[in-house]
């Protein structure tokens, strides 16, 4: 079983960045990724990577300006976020899914982190 626990949420102005962490605990040999959900609406995907980090995917709304990164020594996945827009305001969670391909459909993932609070001011 593994615990995620993710960080780096916040208030920031249009234009500006972020940095989420997820800390991973437990079983993480696992292939990752972002999802966000908005007030009212369905959790999306947003980015995963591979166990090895050679492959990452995006979704079309976040490509160019966000970036997944993982660092297997410190048991931690990143998303880097630029250019934010109000549209990025959600609440941004961290996932694990058993298996070492790339994921990206919501329901493959089986552990998923408590979330962190995104908001991005006009």
């Known amino acids: 079983q593994v615990q995620l626990v993710e960080s780096g949420g916040g208030l920031v102005q249009t234009g500006g960045s972020l940095r989420l962490s997820c800390a991973a605990s437990?079983?993480?040999?696992?292939?990752m990724g972002w999802f966000r959900q908005a007030p009212g609406k369905e959790r999306q995907f947003v980015a995963a990577?591979?166990?090895?980090?050679?492959?990452?995917s995006y979704a079309d709304s976040v490509k160019g300006r966000f970036t997944i990164s993982r660092d297997n020594a410190k048991n931690t996945v990143y998303l880097q976020m630029n250019n934010l827009q109000p549209e990025d305001t959600a609440v941004y969670y961290c996932?694990?899914?058993?298996?070492?391909?790339?994921?990206?459909?919501?329901?493959?993932?089986?552990?998923w982190g408590q979330g962190t609070q995104v908001t991005v001011s006009s």
């Open positions: 996932a694990s899914a058993r298996t070492r391909n790339i994921v990206v459909i919501r329901g493959r993932y089986d552990a």
């Open positions: 437990g079983r993480t040999l696992n292939s």
């Open positions: 990577i591979t166990w090895s980090g050679s492959m990452t």
